[in-house]
């Protein structure tokens, strides 16, 4: 007997979807979409950072 794995989108199978079972199916589109969206951020902001220089030069005199 091979057993189904459930998804997080087994209510839209159903003939008759409830407000309520799109609105859970919505919100769950919306976390997933955020998620990622949070992780291509951070590495932007990785790669940002390691486009920016380290090491600055300052002349603390001036030459003569």
Known sequence: MIKKKKTDFYL????SISEGDLFVTDYIKTKQ???????????LQLQL?????????IKLFDEE
């Open 33 to 43: 979409r955020l998620l990622r969206l949070e992780n291509q951020l951070e590495i």
């Open 12 to 15: 839209l199978k159903q003939k």
């Open 49 to 57: 950072d390691s486009l920016k220089p380290k090491n600055k030069v």
